[in-house]
């Protein structure tokens, strides 16, 4: 990858809010900077959406939504499969982009732009498939026909760490339904989606329908539009922190909610396990995104008798990783996304080494320039450490032996997270036993990747409200309408 390459994707990119189907300075002429993390260096300048920009998006967006409603569903879908196939045949530029933003290595960026794409793909197909029904009602004196409307207008909020992925996974069901939609993106990587709006205004997409407001005045832009009344849908996904707060501003006008929020995935090794699997699903479900998941593993729970091994064989892996600038040939771990969450993730590892943890590899902070933490393996971490309780959000495994099935079910569902769950075990009744047991939306059963565009993803407990993906996905922007018809005499 060349610095000419880096430079004719970044500015390719339009910079301005994306409002009415037209790109515009923020009223008020602000913009924001977009950091490399690699560098710490400024790529670009977008614009910055002021309260007023935000609610000329709501304008928009409730002006087109009744004739994008109207519009047939075939076409809706063919917008999106359009979609689909712009993004595929750019893979190359649009990961260029999300690697420089971003951090992750290109290989990564690539998988997450086809992971984005598949949702058009899904939705698309999904658009021509919205039923309804007829039915009698139990008495025989009435009929009742059910049918599905969209929703309405939607807020859409997505976070930093998979910029295109989270973006699709809630615009693809939306335009499928028939949703206008105000997208704000992080203010950290904005540059995928406003790459992805371009795309989606090309793939047919009429004026008004996706309008994007980059900000960095995220709760300032957010909260008018959220407390007006003209959105009936608010879908985010971030913290679980702001996901409350936009829960009671959204009860203001009991907005249709969904929620994707934090997670602190346990990854379960029993003794029955195939220790290959169990190392290789390891490596995917630690290291995907350099552990900037929310279905990052967080905590490794191993049965004692193959807690070394394991412990070794992973951090042989995870020391053998190179780590580098993702644009670089070769390079499988990138830098974390700003100084803030490496900090955060030295300060989990210098807490659990305080409280007699063992480091098999990493744990040594590197310097700048870029925010990198090398792939760290830490075993024998007690449950008290702050590592087992809290998102971890960076390429370091925490591997805590148990002693039997109940210990480690109790210690996986000690967590207010439940989003997804890892087990390993080549034991069909303790697989299914211990799938049932676990308190989460997900199970990776022998695997470390559950997330896939034609599954529902979600989580139960702090970890949110509704699924993406899957055939439910188009549901949550959907209403269900009963229809009572009188048979008379
Ligand atoms: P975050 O701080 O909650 O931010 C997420 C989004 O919310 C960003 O666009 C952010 O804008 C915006 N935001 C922040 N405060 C807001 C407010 N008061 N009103 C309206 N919007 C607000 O989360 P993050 O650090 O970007 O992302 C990491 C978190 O996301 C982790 O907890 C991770 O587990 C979770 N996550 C969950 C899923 C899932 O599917 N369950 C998937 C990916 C990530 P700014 O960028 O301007 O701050």
């Given at each position: 990858?060349?610095?000419?390459?880096?430079?004719?994707?970044?500015?390719?990119?339009?910079?301005?809010?994306?409002?009415?189907?037209?790109?515009?300075?923020?009223?008020?002429?602000?913009?924001?900077?977009?950091?490399?993390?690699?560098?710490?260096?400024?790529?670009?300048?977008?614009?910055?959406?002021?309260?007023?920009?935000?609610?000329?998006?709501?304008?928009?967006?409730?002006?087109?939504?009744?004739?994008?409603?109207?519009?047939?569903?075939?076409?809706?879908?063919?917008?999106?499969?359009?979609?689909?196939?712009?993004?595929?045949?750019?893979?190359?530029?649009?990961?260029?982009?999300m690697t420089l933003e971003m951090g992750k290595p290109i290989a990564e960026s690539k998988g997450e732009i086809t992971y984005a794409a598949e949702f058009f793909r899904w939705f698309a197909e999904e658009a021509v498939r919205i039923d309804g029904g007829y039915a009698v009602a139990?008495?025989?004196?009435?009929?009742?026909?059910?049918?599905?409307?969209?929703?309405?207008?939607?807020?859409?909020?997505?976070?930093?760490?998979?910029?295109?992925?989270?973006?699709?996974?809630?615009?693809?069901?939306?335009?499928?339904?028939?949703?206008?939609?105000?997208?704000?993106?992080?203010?950290?990587?904005?540059?995928?989606?406003?790459?992805?709006?371009?795309?989606?205004?090309?793939?047919?997409?009429?004026?008004?329908?996706?309008?994007?407001?980059?900000?960095?005045?995220?709760?300032?832009?957010?909260?008018?539009?959220?407390?007006?009344?003209?959105?009936?849908?608010?879908?985010?996904?971030?913290?679980?922190?702001?996901?409350?707060?936009?829960?009671?501003?959204?009860?203001?006008?009991?907005?249709?909610?969904?929620?994707?929020?934090?997670?602190?995935?346990?990854?379960?090794?029993?003794?029955?396990?195939?220790?290959?699997?169990?190392?290789?699903?390891?490596?995917?479900?630690?290291?995907?995104?350099?552990?900037?998941?929310?279905?990052?593993?967080?905590?490794?729970?191993?049965?004692?008798?193959?807690?070394?091994?394991?412990?070794?064989?992973?951090?042989?892996?995870?020391?053998?990783?190179?780590?580098?600038?993702?644009?670089?040939?070769?390079?499988?771990?990138?830098?974390?996304?700003?100084?803030?969450?490496?900090?955060?993730?030295?300060?989990?590892?210098?807490?659990?080494?305080?409280?007699?943890?063992?480091?098999?590899?990493?744990?040594?902070?590197?310097?700048?320039?870029?925010?990198?933490?090398?792939?760290?393996?830490?075993?024998?971490?007690?449950?008290?450490?702050?590592?087992?309780?809290?998102?971890?959000?960076?390429?370091?495994?925490?591997?805590?032996?148990?002693?039997?099935?109940?210990?480690?079910?109790?210690?996986?569902?000690?967590?207010?997270?439940?989003?997804?769950?890892?087990?390993?075990?080549?034991?069909?009744t303790r697989a299914l036993r211990v799938s049932e047991r676990l308190e989460s939306g997900m199970v990776g059963l022998n695997t470390g990747l559950v997330s896939n565009p034609a599954a529902p993803f979600g989580g139960i407990k702090q970890s949110g409200l509704g699924r993406e993906?899957?055939?439910?996905?188009?549901?949550?922007?959907?209403?269900?309408?009963?229809?009572?018809?009188?048979?008379?005499?």
């Open positions: 990858m060349t610095n000419s390459d880096e430079a004719r994707v970044v500015d390719s990119v339009p910079t301005g809010l994306f409002i009415g189907g037209e790109w515009r300075p923020a009223a008020a002429g602000a913009t924001l900077a977009v950091d490399d993390p690699a560098t710490g260096k400024t790529l670009c300048e977008v614009a910055d959406a002021s309260p007023a920009d935000g609610m000329d998006a709501l304008a928009a967006a409730s002006a087109a939504q009744q004739q994008f409603a109207a519009m047939a569903p075939r076409e809706r879908g063919e917008i999106l499969r359009r979609a689909y196939e712009l993004m595929m045949a750019r893979i190359d530029d649009l990961a260029l982009l139990p008495n025989g004196a009435s009929r009742f026909l059910v049918q599905k409307q969209p929703v309405g207008v939607s807020l859409l909020i997505t976070p930093w760490n998979f910029p295109a992925a989270m973006g699709t996974r809630k615009i693809g069901p939306a335009v499928a339904a028939g949703c206008a939609m105000v997208l704000k993106p992080a203010a950290q990587t904005p540059l995928s989606m406003h790459a992805l709006a371009a795309i989606l205004a090309e793939a047919g997409l009429p004026p008004g329908v996706l309008n994007l407001v980059t900000t960095s005045d995220a709760g300032g832009v957010m909260e008018p539009l959220i407390r007006d009344g003209r959105a009936r849908k608010l879908s985010f996904t971030g913290s679980t922190a702001v996901g409350k707060l936009l829960l009671e501003q959204a009860s203001e006008k009991v907005l249709r909610t969904s929620m994707e929020l934090g997670g602190n995935a346990p990854f379960l090794v029993f003794e029955d396990a195939d220790l290959d699997k169990a190392v290789d699903g390891a490596m995917l479900a630690k290291m995907r995104n350099m552990g900037e998941a929310c279905t990052a593993a967080n905590r490794f729970l191993v049965h004692r008798s193959l807690s070394s091994a394991f412990a070794e064989r992973i951090a042989e892996r995870m020391g053998a990783l190179k780590v580098g600038r993702g644009t670089e040939e070769g390079v499988q771990v990138g830098p974390l996304v700003d100084a803030k969450g490496r900090d955060k993730v030295n300060d989990l590892v210098r807490d659990a080494l305080d409280r007699g943890a063992r480091v098999h590899v990493g744990a040594d902070p590197v310097d700048g320039p870029g925010y990198f933490y090398p792939p760290t393996v830490l075993s024998e971490v007690p449950l008290a450490a702050r590592l087992s309780a809290e998102e971890i959000f960076g390429p370091v495994a925490a591997i805590t032996e148990f002693d039997d099935e109940d210990e480690a079910v109790a210690a996986a569902n000690n967590t207010e997270f439940g989003l997804v769950s890892y087990l390993f075990t080549e034991n069909i993906g899957g055939s439910v996905g188009i549901e949550e922007f959907l209403e269900t309408k009963y229809v009572a018809i009188g048979f008379g005499g």
